[in-house]
């Protein structure tokens, strides 16, 4: 039967997700879940992409960045009228933040 084949099982509910069933992706890990199964708890988008709570949670995936520019901003008139280094010195402001890790003290 066309509709019914199981994809896997939701990594919130554990009932099988059907091919036909509206799912959320997280970007980090790749686990899916049911979209009737999202709450604030366990799903958080951040800039654009969809996070499971465990990853959230296990990973720096949410950080600061005051100078992240969303793609949005590339095409914004207001930024246009800068001095071309000065947007440069953000975007690779904001690329040290985003590649920025953690590190424990045993490292």
């Known amino acids: 039967m066309l509709g019914t084949q199981i994809y896997e099982n939701c990594c919130c509910c554990s009932k099988p997700i059907r091919t036909n069933h509206p799912f959320i992706t997280c970007h980090a890990c790749n686990c899916i879940l049911h979209k009737k199964c999202r709450t604030v708890e366990n799903v958080i988008n951040f800039r654009d992409q969809t996070y499971c709570s465990v990853c959230v ?22 930024i246009d009228n800068e001095p071309v280094d000065y947007i440069d010195s953000l975007a690779k402001s904001s690329a040290i933040l985003e590649n920025c890790q953690s590190f424990s003290i045993h490292e």
């Open 57 to 78: 949670n296990n990973t720096d995936v949410v950080r600061y960045n005051p100078f992240f520019q969303a793609p949005h901003f590339a095409t914004n008139g207001l």
